[in-house]
């Protein structure tokens, strides 16, 4: 098979949750060990830093793996899902995973992937750590895909664990309180393995608390050590400058990702920086300071409070759930512009109404979906959308939706477009 055959194969012969939902999650971490066993547990031949949480594990796992390459390491990075492309969930140094050698790992482990039936996770999960071991990576940043207890990634024997924050989302397989989700995304916690828990929350704080001390787990919360506030857009209006506040004195730092909620991650990202070195892993202020400022450009992340154009200003976000919306419409409001366009489409095993519930009443909508089966229709969010008296046109596609806006817009005009991963990722100019 060549590489678009593979592809087909595997989305085709895999249960795929980016796409299916439900239908491709599974509680058993069984599949994975097996594979990884089959593959000669590749997972051990490198170190690791396992980030979970529920909003801004992508950013600051690309935020990490940014900064130990400026520092000269060569590091693995696996994220998911993808925008793009598949290759772009598993990188060295930056650089996606060759075509090459995705059809190969199927082709030489075709006959046990279908003797296991893996799903597309598992089975992404294992050729990640396969390709890291291959490479000789010093170091591979790994996020993980929901959850932790059970997510394929928790195979892993890491020598720091990150939980940036907990929040409502993925509730039908979570938990339905923050404490249920937080014992979920506990379960990366390691026996000995220092924990960093980004966002200082009450109902959470107990959960991870008592969790790291049944396993003897050194326990940071790195908001009571660090403070991070946004500043000033630099030029461009995709890097930001941040104020950090810490026991060491307040700094100005920049950082390439310009959204508000990246203040919410720096405290993990910073203290993180600042424990490498005790985990063997030396990281200079310099490195720190340039993995910040170039993330994106070290990385390839896409759509994160990214301009996609100025005039009129056109931002999209892959922000997706109630908390990260309530943080998306606190930015909008900062933002000087006389009419406001967003372009909205949803996944519909989501809490649609916490969401649609916090938009403004005063914007002109476009409601679209992405290409999908998890997708909400687009006619089904606008009749939904309606209830909270948010009214707009209804356009399926995301670029003809955003081309409709564009050609409506004045020249100081606001258009945001969001709502889902998946929306953002079929934007033709991301």
Known sequence: MNYQETLDYLFNALPMFQRIGAAAFKKDLGPTMALCGHLGNPQRAFKSIHVAGTNGKGSTSHALASILQEQGYKVGLYTSPHLKSFTE???????????KAVVDFVAQNKEFLEQIKPSFFEM????????????????AVVEVGMGGRLDSTNVLL?????????????????????PEIAAEKAGIIKTGIPVIIGTTQEETEPIFTAKAHELKAPIYFADRRIRASPGPYLPGGNERAFFVESSSGRVTMTFGLAGDYQAQNLPAI???????????????????????????????LKGRWQRLNEIPLTICDTGHNEDA????IQQ??????????????????????????????DATYVFCQATIPRAMTAQELANQAGAFGLLGEVIEDVNEA??????????DDLIYVGGSTFVVAEIANL
């Open 402 to 411: 955003l081309n409709w806006a564009l050609q409506r817009a004045d020249d």
């Open 158 to 178: 890491p020598i720091l664990c990150v939980i940036t924050n907990i929040g409502m989302d993925h509730m039908q397989f979570l938990g339905d309180t923050l």
């Open 325 to 328: 919306f309530k943080v998306i």
């Open 89 to 99: 969930r598993i990188r060295v140094d930056g650089l996606p995973i060759c075509e």
């Open 124 to 139: 992404t999960v294992a050729l990640a750590f396969d390709y890291f071991a291959r490479e000789k990576v010093d170091i």
């Open 332 to 361: 909008i409001k900062q933002l000087i512009y006389k009419r406001l366009w967003i372009i909205l489409g949803l996944v519909k095993d989501k809490d649609v109404g916490s969401v649609l519930s916090l938009l403004p009443t």
């Open 270 to 300: 910073l203290m993180a920086a600042e424990m490498l070195p005790q985990l063997g892993l030396p990281v200079s202020s310099d490195s720190l300071e340039r993995g910040l400022r170039n993330l994106v450009p070290n990385t390839g």
